[in-house]
């Protein structure tokens, strides 16, 4: 009913019963809050507790918010525009090029300069507890209770994501965002290029050993036809969070995680420090080889993945085999048919066994509010409304209009692509992305999964997921002591670790330094780190 009138009251110009209804209805909803008459909440404005528009007078909130390469500012994406016209909330951004977000963040931080919230916030967990702690940042479960209905629904139906922004005393400083679609658990699909497999008769590898061959076969047999050694045998994203080298170091029986370095894999509730395990030392020493064979490319490991899409784009075919979670990004659409998924390998063992990610498909840093907002209950009502099914699929995806239609039944179907156009590109452009959730049974009834997640869920489901290890290390709250630990012992074991692989897959040596590489990591607090994860994950398993 509330909905119906205010829709009302904002068509219509101004008229006596309009303003008599408008005040009526302030009153009815006790929405001017007790502290707007206090001097030092003098901007603080009356507002509407349920319904829409949020505020009956525009309000502006200052939101700071990283945004991606191709993204216009924010004020200019369509899907803002529509929440402005619905809530009333007339949002300032300051978005802020994604590369140098972080050191933008921490000087505002630092200087206390502060907007009202950040969007797409970027807090580390050390951020979330430091600044909620200090009172940079305010406590937010309250203000859910009263005024995130659609947050709070999601919180009943999953209690894990409530869990996942609850920080360890108690309080919660941070909104969540998910994804759930069990896509990035498994982020590293090979594929290979059929036409020149089938152009030098040859058959599908099954095996490491028969990979090899067909790497050396595309090296030197010149399958582009262009009389000149151009092919590349194997290329990935060295400790990327996709096309990783994990599930290659796991064809030695163990699937590393090397996402930046992290390592940390999980056996029967055990975390295990893969980068000091035999089957670590035995894969890089191994493929040192290849690399010294010409099969991988030795610029891996600088290379960033602009490069690598490069590679993949030549005028000439010149990649033979890649990691990364799908092909159209690294082949385009024109190559995209050539390049075929490469089913798991045999290891060493004669098992395939594929490695599971430590990156969740939950997040806790999506937005923060500050103590700077003299409006948290509207900052907290504009943002609830992105928590609503619908609005969290275009946040994340794109708006309807320009990715999606509705069907009959009001699900949000995704409409056909311009010629040309990758999705993945499109999406940075009209997908702000930040503040959603998207719950596995919302795909079906709220909208349709896009095209290429499905195909690569198929693909996962054919040929990966039945050899999938069934633990990770899972997105865990540390308290703020298990976090100094972390964060004063981990940065230089990262560099370290992430410095010394390269070096070894590319000019080899793994196994003259290995003993003092260990005992290095030793020396540099690594026992003492997996003891803090450790007690992390006995304490998440004990929940
Ligand atoms: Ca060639």
């Given at each position: ?38 001097s ?36 200019e ?17 300051n ?59 999601l ?5 894990d ?54 790497l ?43 996402f ?61 085999s ?57 900052t ?97 709250f ?24 390269a ?12 003993d ?7 020396d ?20």
């Open positions: 009913m509330l909905k119906s009138m205010r829709k009302r009251m904002k068509r219509s110009k101004a008229s006596t019963i309009l303003v008599v209804g408008l005040t009526a209805t302030l009153a009815l909803t006790g929405c001017t809050n007790n502290d707007s008459a206090s030092n909440n003098a901007e603080k404005v009356a507002f509407n507790k349920t319904g829409l528009p949020i505020v009956d007078k525009q309000v502006t909130l200052n939101i700071v918010s990283p945004k991606a390469a191709l993204a216009p500012d924010y004020s994406m369509v899907i803002f525009d529509r929440l402005q016209e619905a809530t009333n909330v007339k949002i300032k951004w978005n802020i090029p994604g590369d140098g977000y972080q050191e933008k963040k921490n000087l505002m931080l630092a200087s206390g300069d502060l907007p009202d919230a950040f969007y797409a916030s970027g807090f580390s967990d050390h951020d979330l507890v430091q600044y909620g702690q200090n009172g940079t940042i305010i406590p937010l479960e309250d203000l859910i209770d009263k005024y995130a209905p659609n947050l709070k629904k919180f009943e139906q999953r209690p994501l409530k869990k996942v922004v609850t920080a360890p005393d108690g309080h919660i400083y941070s909104l969540p965002r998910a994804e759930e679609m069990d896509l990035i658990g498994m982020p590293n699909i090979m594929f290979i290029n059929k036409v020149w497999l089938d152009k030098l008769g040859l058959e599908m590898p099954t095996t490491l050993e028969e990979y090899h061959d067909v050396k076969a595309f090296k030197e047999k010149d399958p582009n036809g262009n009389g000149k050694q151009d092919e590349i045998g194997l290329t990935f994203w060295y400790n990327g969070w996709c096309g990783n080298e994990g599930d290659l170091i796991g064809l030695f029986g163990l699937p590393d995680s090397p930046e370095a992290d390592h940390r894999v999980v056996r029967n509730g055990k975390v295990i420090y893969a980068a000091v395990q035999p089957e670590f030392k035995e894969a890089i020493s191994y493929y040192n080889g290849w690399v010294k064979e010409g099969l991988i490319d030795p610029e891996v490991v600088t290379q960033k993945t602009e490069q690598l899409f490069a590679k993949g784009k030549t005028e000439d075919p010149t990649l033979g890649f990691i990364w979670w799908e092909n159209t990004e690294v082949v385009g659409t024109d190559r995209v048919d050539d390049y075929v998924v490469l089913p798991p390998l045999k290891g060493k063992d004669g098992n395939i066994v594929i490695g599971r990610s430590n990156y969740s498909e939950y997040g806790r840093d999506a937005f923060v509010i500050t103590s700077a907002n003299k409006n948290p209950e509207v907290m009502r504009w943002v609830d409304e992105l928590y609503e099914p619908k609005m969290s699929a275009q946040i994340n995806w794109g708006p309807i209009g320009e990715i999606y239609e509705e069907d009959a039944n009001g699900m949000l179907v995704n409409k056909e692509l311009p010629e040309g156009i990758a999705m993945g590109e499109l999406r940075q452009k009209v997908a702000p992305g930040g503040p959603f959730v998207v719950l596995k049974e919302h795909f079906g009834s709220v909208v349709d999964m896009e095209e290429r997640a499905k195909e690569r869920l198929e693909i996962l489901d054919e040929y990966y997921k039945p050899h999938m290890v069934s633990e990770n290390y899972p997105s865990i540390f308290s703020p002591e298990e976090l100094e630990v972390i964060n004063t012992i981990e940065p230089e074991i990262k560099t370290f670790v992430k410095q010394k692989e070096q070894w897959l590319i000019d080899g040596g793994i196994e003259e330094e290995w003092d590489y260990v005992k290095q990591l030793k540099m607090g690594l026992d003492q780190l997996m003891e803090v994860y450790q007690k992390g994950l006995d304490r998440y398993n004990k929940q």
